[in-house]
Nanobody, 120 residues
Framework: QVQLQESGPGLVKPSQTLSLTCTVSGDSITTSYYAWSWIRRPPGKGLEWMGLISYDGVTYYSPSLKSRTSISRDTSKNQISLQLSSVTPEDTAVYYC????????????WGQGTQVTVSS
């Protein structure tokens, strides 16, 4: 059973950088052919895909967030990380870590999500 657990600060001040970590168990983040995504849901809105890192370390980002987003991995810890810079209150959301098979349309495993609030 694959499990994903997001962690990080629940409150971030405007203009700061939001940093989250997804710890994966039950599978290696280097297993072919999976991609590990960050997705968020702002209050009252739909899901927004932010970006992904593939099993071989290639990253892809949403065009609307690309300038502020960085996704990386630590294979020794089996973790995926997200950094979102210059945050505003509009970045307040529940952030999810997700696994999806390469070329598949739907994810097969989700983390429980972590609430991040951007406020001074």
């Amino acid at each position: 059973q694959v499990q994903l657990q997001e962690s990080g600060p629940g409150l971030v001040k405007p203009s700061q950088t939001l940093s989250l970590t997804c710890t994966v168990s039950g599978d290696s983040i280097t297993t072919s052919y999976y991609a590990w995504s960050w997705i968020r849901r702002p209050p009252g809105k739909g899901l927004e895909w932010m970006g992904l890192i593939s099993y071989d370390g290639v990253t892809y980002y949403s065009p609307s967030l690309k300038s502020r987003t960085s996704i990386s991995r630590d294979t020794s810890k089996n973790q995926i990380s997200l950094q979102l810079s210059s945050v505003t209150p509009e970045d307040t959301a529940v952030y999810y870590c997700v696994r999806k098979g390469w070329g598949k349309t739907t994810a097969d495993y989700w983390g429980q999500g972590t609430q991040v609030t951007v406020s001074s």
